[in-house]
T-cell receptor, first 113, second 114 residues
Framework: GDSVTQMEGPVTLSEEAFLTINCTYTATGYPSLFWYVQYPGEGLQLLLKATKADDKGSNKGFEATYRKETTSFHLEKGSVQVSDSAVYFCALTRTQGAQKLVFGQGTRLTINP | NAGVMQNPRHLVRRRGQEARLRCSPMKGHSHVYWYRQLPEEGLKFMVYLQKENIIDESGMPKERFSAEFPKEGPSILRIQQVVRGDSAAYFC????????????FGEGSWLTVV
């Protein structure tokens, strides 16, 4: 079945550091790919998405490129801030048939000032 | 968040009681999804509903759990005879239609069973 594997956390960085959170997937067909962010005590917010190969999703300085050849969707940010501390979830959904999100296990990110 | 309204935000139940969680989708959305997040884990799909229909309940436990999305009113996730292992965050999400649309999440309902 479909699955998403994320880089294990927790990840701790200093402010202004470069961030990469790895995400790879296994799916039949051509899924849509997403990054969601969950701040402490809150629900999930859509951070960015990509719906086809080579698409780049971007938002709030975060970027991720849909790489079909490596089945990856790594999240990157050039300079992180303390306010980026949260749990990040990579997810996919089929573009055909019944739609449901398959999530990775989440990566907890802590940014120190 | 994104307009999906869940209530209650926090619910405490004793073992054996019933828990009812409500979800009103975003305006114009006819598809509702429920996910469960156990402590320190990712979200797991439970059920996918359209108005008056269950489309996919492959993630629902076979016993004690049920979901509905009536013609009028919110979607309800019902857990009967709760046990400690049901303690989790339950997230509702909605989308305007089926495959290919972005799914938007509510802020979640945190159930604690004591």
């Amino acid at each position: 079945g479909d699955s998403v594997t994320q880089m294990e956390g927790p990840v701790t960085l200093s402010e202004e550091a470069f961030l990469t959170i790895n995400c790879t997937y296994t799916a039949t067909g051509y899924p849509s790919l997403f990054w969601y962010v969950q701040y402490p005590g809150e629900g999930l917010q859509l951070l960015l998405k990509a719906t086809k190969a080579d698409d780049k999703g971007s938002n709030k300085g975060f970027e991720a490129t849909y790489r079909k050849e490596t089945t990856s969707f790594h999240l990157e940010k050039g300079s992180v801030q303390v306010s980026d501390s949260a749990v990040y979830f990579c997810a996919l959904t089929r573009t055909q048939g019944a739609q449901k999100l398959v999530f990775g296990q989440g990566t907890r990110l802590t940014i120190n000032p | 968040n994104a307009g999906v309204m869940q209530n209650p935000r926090h619910l405490v139940r004793r073992r054996g009681q019933e828990a009812r969680l409500r979800c009103s989708p975003m305006k114009g959305h006819s598809h509702v999804y429920w996910y469960r997040q156990l402590p320190e884990e990712g979200l797991k799909f439970m059920v996918y509903l359209q108005k008056e229909n269950i489309i996919d309940e492959s993630g629902m436990p076979k016993e004690r759990f049920s979901a509905e999305f009536p013609k009028e009113g919110p979607s309800i996730l019902r857990i009967q005879q709760v046990v400690r292992g049901d303690s989790a965050a339950y997230f509702c999400a909605s989308s305007p239609s089926g495959a290919g649309n972005t799914i938007y999440f509510g802020e979640g309902s945190w159930l604690t069973v004591v």
